[in-house]
């Protein structure tokens, strides 16, 4: 079965501090997104990508960036962390060549800025 | 844009009987697809169920089935003969049609089964 990989489970950072989520998947899949997760408000699509070196906002991108230089590899870039980022980090990916494609997930980031 | 939409924030069931959870999505496309996950405490996202707009006949997965009523914008999970093991945060989710695009996820329902 496909496996999306985030780099930590757990994550304290300081405010101010650059931040850098990393995503792995091992499947050669197209699409690779990055959603927040706070409780009562669901999952919120952040960025995603639907090819390497491209990327497209979400619903909400601001203070966060984005890379994908390689198709197995989207990384999430927190320029300058707030404490308002702290929150829950989901990665997923999927197939990508046609619409409906079943979405596959990581165990998520739990970061929390101080 | 599309949106969509969970009223219950929380529901409970004993083991062994049905839960019914519900959403509700804006669209003004034709065709899409819809999406039920599961999120236990493991965190771990699992696709539970998927359907097709285009296809009249609802889903159904082993215990899990839906009520797809395209004309109301409604999609409801129906959980049969309830685990303990079903105890997670449901979110219901929407896709377009056309490939490249992201789910658009529901608040999500936490529900808890209990013996």
């Known amino acids: 079965d496909v496996k999306v990989t985030q780099s930590s489970r757990y994550l304290v950072k300081r405010t101010g501090e650059k931040v850098f989520l990393e995503c792995v998947q091992d499947m050669d899949h197209e699409n690779m997104f990055w959603y927040r997760q706070d409780p009562g408000l669901g999952l919120r699509l952040i960025y995603f990508s639907y090819d390497v070196k491209m990327k497209e906002k979400g619903d909400i991108p601001e203070g966060y960036s984005v890379s994908r230089e390689k198709k197995e590899r989207f990384s999430l870039i927190l320029e300058s962390a707030s404490t308002n980022q702290t929150s829950m980090y989901l990665c997923?990916?999927?197939?990508?060549?046609?619409?409906?494609?079943?979405?596959?997930f990581g165990q998520g980031t739990r970061l929390t800025v101080v | 844009a599309q949106t969509v939409t969970q009223s219950q924030p929380e529901m409970s069931v004993q083991e062994a009987e049905t839960v019914t959870l519900s959403c509700t999505y804006d669209t003004s496309e034709n065709n899409y697809y819809l999406f039920w996950y599961k999120q236990p405490p493991s965190r771990q996202m699992i696709l539970v169920i998927r359907q097709e707009a285009y296809k009249q006949q609802n889903a159904t997965e082993n215990r899990f089935s839906v009520n797809f009523q395209k004309a109301a914008k409604s999609f409801s999970l129906k959980i049969s003969d309830s685990q303990l093991g079903d105890t997670a945060m449901y979110f219901c989710?929407?896709?377009?049609?056309?490939?490249?695009?992201?789910?658009?996820f529901g608040k999500g329902t936490t529900l808890s089964v209990s013996s």
């Open positions: 989710a929407f896709m377009s049609y056309q490939a490249g695009t992201a789910l658009i």
């Open positions: 997923a990916s999927s197939l990508g060549t046609q619409g409906g494609d079943k979405a596959f």
